[in-house]
């Protein structure tokens, strides 16, 4: 059951991290902008806000990341609930699925505070 679960979960993160990388990767290989040659010289508001900023794109990237911690949290939420439902009264079952739920929670509220320091210090000092 235990290896059954750590199956399930790999195979979510997997699916997860492909999901996530897939699009990406053809955008990335591929320096190509069609508008580039287009807004030479125009002054028009959709050429106005193009712009090559590395901070849009740091926290872009950071709230990805961001991201998937939270989703990986709940999931271990959801298979801490599982795992107190099916233990049986068995205490050391009881206890390691408390602490399960106790981590992931944890780690959501640390996704959640990382997303809001970053955020600020992006907006405070960039």
């Known amino acids: 059951m235990k290896q059954r679960i750590k199956q399930v979960i790999m195979g979510l993160a997997i699916m997860?991290?492909?999901g996530v990388l897939a699009p990406a990767l053809p955008a990335a290989a591929v320096n190509v902008d069609p508008l580039s040659e287009?807004?030479?010289?125009?002054?028009?508001?959709v050429c106005a806000s193009k712009t090559d900023n590395v901070s849009d794109t740091v926290t872009t990237v950071i709230n990805v990341l961001l991201f998937v911690v939270?989703?990986?949290s709940?999931?271990?939420?959801?298979?801490?609930?599982?795992?107190?439902t099916v233990s049986t009264g068995d205490a050391s079952r009881i206890?390691?699925?408390k602490?399960?739920?106790?981590?992931a929670v944890a780690?959501?509220?640390?996704?959640?505070?990382?997303?809001?320091?970053?955020n600020w210090v992006i907006d405070r000092f960039v």
């Open 16 to 18: 997860l991290g492909f």
């Open 38 to 45: 287009v807004c030479k010289g125009s002054t028009s508001t």
């Open 70 to 72: 939270g989703v990986i």
């Open 74 to 84: 709940v999931i271990m939420i959801i298979v801490g609930g599982i795992m107190y």
């Open 95 to 97: 206890s390691k699925a």
């Open 99 to 103: 602490f399960t739920i106790m981590y």
């Open 107 to 118: 780690g959501l509220v640390v996704a959640f505070l990382a997303y809001a320091i970053v």
